[in-house]
């Protein structure tokens, strides 16, 4: 059996290095270029599988809408105030997430 050229190559692998941010030595590189290839011949051999009477599964359990009817309600707003440790301007105050 021929095999096929390399589908992943190693400017492949040193663009895909360079976008996850992750420093990879030769080796790294040439065995990660392996391994995909090696991923991307398993692909073809399941392409090749006859799946014409199979019926798609979308979900592999019986389950439609498991969740509760969304009723929407009133709240009354200070209950919801009190329970905040800080209020300002009937706003909830929260530390701040960013930097400055």
């Known amino acids: 059996m021929v095999k096929e050229k390399p589908v992943i ?3 492949d692998v040193e663009h895909l ?13 040439a065995n990660l270029k392996n391994q995909l290839n090696e991923i991307l011949e398993y692909f073809k051999i399941i392409n090749k599988i006859d799946t014409g009477d199979t019926p798609p599964t979308y979900n592999v359990h019986d389950l439609s809408n498991v969740f509760r009817e969304d009723t929407p309600h009133t709240s009354d707003a200070d209950i919801l105030l009190g329970n905040a440790s800080q209020v300002k301007d009937r ?3 929260a530390p701040r997430m960013t930097r400055k």
């Open 9 to 11: 190559s190693e400017k």
């Open 17 to 29: 290095s360079e976008l996850s941010k992750i420093e990879l030595s030769k080796k790294d590189a």
């Open 91 to 93: 706003l909830i105050k």
